[in-house]
């Protein structure tokens, strides 16, 4: 399980037919665009100088033009396709008509239609343009189409707020502080920046997806604790891993009992992470585990809570067609992105699983050929005292997270300033308050949101007051 | 001349020998040791983990230790060798007793030592190595060299104070903008950073090279002025090159009348940038022109303004030898240092030579192979607008000018906020502040060096409140 790595995202395939987001179509009023782009914005050599076209999208309906500076909503693009994102993000849409915003959408480069020299297959396997992949130059990226676009759209006195959810959101928040000169501020949605290194204890995740099954059920947590040494007792036996392939109805045959653990710990993440109002996954996953028939084993409750999420199907799909050489993500991580998630023994409800750098490092050699730069993140853009650090520098973040979200363990949860906030709710999950808004929303939710709206609210105008202020004393000089 | 750009270092060779800092011996107490450094910090194409040897110079003789958090001063290379600044830089030696802090010094990239792979000829002139040599590397190279120290020196807590001067100073301001976990604060000596994209008119240079001398002397600044339009005359005569020679007593015939103008330009730029108590260059020039016996014609007071500063010698060299090919500058500048210096017609004292970026980029594609890219100091570093976008963001940078200094047409002369602040001084020149203090240094110097002192002192007792404060809430927290 090297690769453990739940997938950072506010979209991951498999919550996406809950929350409806794929069936939605594309809104109207967007208008796609490429931009091109320099492949590598740091160096001088010639290949540096190569271009590849980068999508951006733009929603212009609400917004107010560049004589009144009307503001500039960024929507800075994560690790996926932004097909998903211009339906699947309410933020933007939401409240460009009181800001009469523009509303833009940038795609990361290496997902979607940004892709370097065709397909993404062909990219991955090239170390020398797969190279190029790295949130150091995606920013810079989203710097030049920001540039690009005041320019074209002769409104240079607009302020821009970036947006970004989970790895998204640790751009958006780093964004502000590489290039305050083009963002104004940043709303960082989900963003679990201090998730590097040693700064945030690597049982992070593990112990929030922990502490949400036993809020929600002692007994759903206590049957979880307890069932991964029971599979691994039944795998040890003769034609153990047919007894465990027919209790989960496994579509094949499983392989090892690795691929059945694996499958539950990413049910149990995935509901975790997405533990959305109305449905509450973990409650749905508990659900089934407290309510199956007492005198069931183990293993059978531990099956009536994975049906408790995912339904009933005819059979369960549980092969690991996840193979990192070819997952873009999994290159991130096993380059820049390094995020230590592992666990200690009885330190959450799953079984050991220390995260061992020597290791990862290895494994991330053998599958790419370079090795992770661990340390670079927090070199690039800090993380350890984040406080004593920008409390006197920054300002303008908005770190918002919920609670119930595993990654808010990594996540900025204290106020650093007056203008750098953290805005959480206790009930909160993954990236919630970028989502959609819904008629459902409980009221903490919809507070959480309101918030937000009016620390940027604030930001906008101090803006547009030192603008003017700013003008003024120009044309007292003159 | 489309390289006539003024070397942007505190120690120009020329001037050196009245300086007196080639003479002086490297100080004792120093240490060298060497960094293995990344050599390209934002790709992970294979090429970027190689490596190459990175000289940094400890003085530890004043360091108040790890115990007591003692500050570390971060001296930041500029374009040359380390060797010059270990002697020619005061700043740190005479203020580190004070302090209590470590010295240290760092090679930029691709000068003195640190140079990639062998030679420097032989650097230059692959542009696959080459094209990893810019400002941006360069900081982060500081970056991790001063992470590195804190690790092994274990003093986490130590603030550091980076310190540069000229291009360095942008280095140095640069550094604190973008690596704020790193450096507490920055002292940013004559450093140009408004001098990119159209920010700063671009006869700011050589305008004030032109106050300079219209100060010193009304008839000085005539004689210069009405100088060019001579030299052409006799130029254009049959023979004129040869009269020339004769009147300049140039070691070799001039090939061309602009060999003897660029020589002169330099002549003036340097006097004006390098301006220093207690020879004052431009009194020196001007002395020369002035005390040209009456009658004389105008091209021999020029000449004797030339004698003026640089003495009687049995001839003047006016070869042009500067290869813009081989010089590591001119690859900075037609890369990523675009300065763009030019001069409209009668707005200086000097012949018409607008800046004219098209032919600029063409000379450097010419010579380099890649075109330069003229606006990403201002995407990446910002600029525009400088107090707008910063007032709010950022804190802890002195910019320090001396307003005689042609390179502070480019400068931050305005306080952008309370911690971000302007100190300049009538009468200073480039760099002066950091340049070793003497006895016969007027009263103006002084009062700016005491000046930055305290409030540095301020950033550093702030920090190690906010230290303490931040160390008991962790405590209570506990």
């Not at 002692?218 to 153990?240: F, L, R, V």
């Amino acid at each position: 399980m090297a690769y453990n790595i739940p997938k950072l995202s506010p979209h991951p395939k498999t919550f996406l037919r809950d929350t409806g987001i794929r069936s939605t179509p594309t809104p109207k009023d967007f208008e796609t665009f490429f931009y091109t782009q320099t492949l590598d914005h740091f160096n001088y050599r010639p290949e540096s100088y190569t271009t590849f076209k980068q999508r951006y999208v733009i929603n212009w309906k609400y917004w107010g033009g560049a004589n009144a500076s009307a503001p500039i909503f960024a929507y800075l693009g994560e690790e996926g396709s932004l097909d998903y994102d211009l339906a699947g993000i309410g933020f933007l849409r939401e409240n460009a008509p009181r800001f009469k915003a523009l509303q833009v959408f940038i795609e990361h480069r290496f997902y979607g239609q940004s892709v370097p020299f065709g397909s993404i297959e062909e990219a991955m396997k090239n170390h020398n343009i797969r190279g190029y992949f790295s949130s150091v130059q995606a920013i810079t990226d989203y710097a030049e189409v920001l540039m690009y676009l005041k320019k074209t759209l002769s409104t240079p006195n607009s302020p821009i707020i970036v947006i970004g959810g989970s790895y998204g959101g640790m751009l958006a928040s780093w964004f502000r502080l590489k290039y305050p000169h083009i963002a104004l501020g940043a709303l960082a949605s989900s963003a679990p920046i201090l998730y590097f290194d040693d700064i945030t204890p690597q049982n992070g995740y593990y112990s929030v997806v922990t502490k949400d099954f036993k809020e929600v059920s002692e007994n759903c947590y206590n049957t979880i604790k307890m069932s991964w040494s029971e599979i691994d007792k039944i795998a040890s036996k003769p034609n153990g891993l047919s007894i465990l392939s027919k209790k989960f109805k496994t579509c094949e045959l499983l392989n090892k009992s690795s691929d059945l653990k694996d499958y539950l710990d990413s049910i149990y993440c995935g509901a975790a992470q997405y533990d959305h109002p109305p449905r509450y996954p973990v409650t749905q996953v508990c659900g089934g585990i407290d309510g199956a028939s007492e005198g069931t084993d183990i293993l059978d409750r531990i099956f009536a809570g994975m049906i408790g999420l995912v339904g009933n199907q005819s059979c369960y799909d549980m092969s690991q067609d996840y193979d990192p050489s070819e997952s873009e993500w999994g290159w991130q991580t096993c380059s820049e992105m390094v995020i230590p998630i592992g666990r200690g023994s009885n330190d959450t409800m799953f079984p050991s699983e220390p995260f061992d750098l020597k290791q990862y490092s290895e494994d991330c050699k053998n599958i790419f050929g370079v090795s992770p730069r661990p340390h670079w993140v927090t070199t690039y853009y800090g993380g350890y005292h984040i406080k004593l650090g920008l409390h006197r520098f920054a300002s303008n973040i908005i770190f918002s997270n919920g609670l119930r979200d595993p990654y808010s363990s990594g996540g900025v949860l204290e106020d650093i300033s007056d203008t750098v906030l953290a805005v959480h709710t206790l009930n909160g999950s993954h990236c919630l308050d970028i989502l959609p808004a819904k008629e459902s929303d409980p009221q903490w939710l919809v507070m959480q949101r309101k918030k937000e709206v009016e620390i940027i609210e604030g930001w906008i105008k101090q803006y547009y007051a030192d603008l003017l202020a700013f003008k003024k004393s120009i044309e007292e000089h003159v």
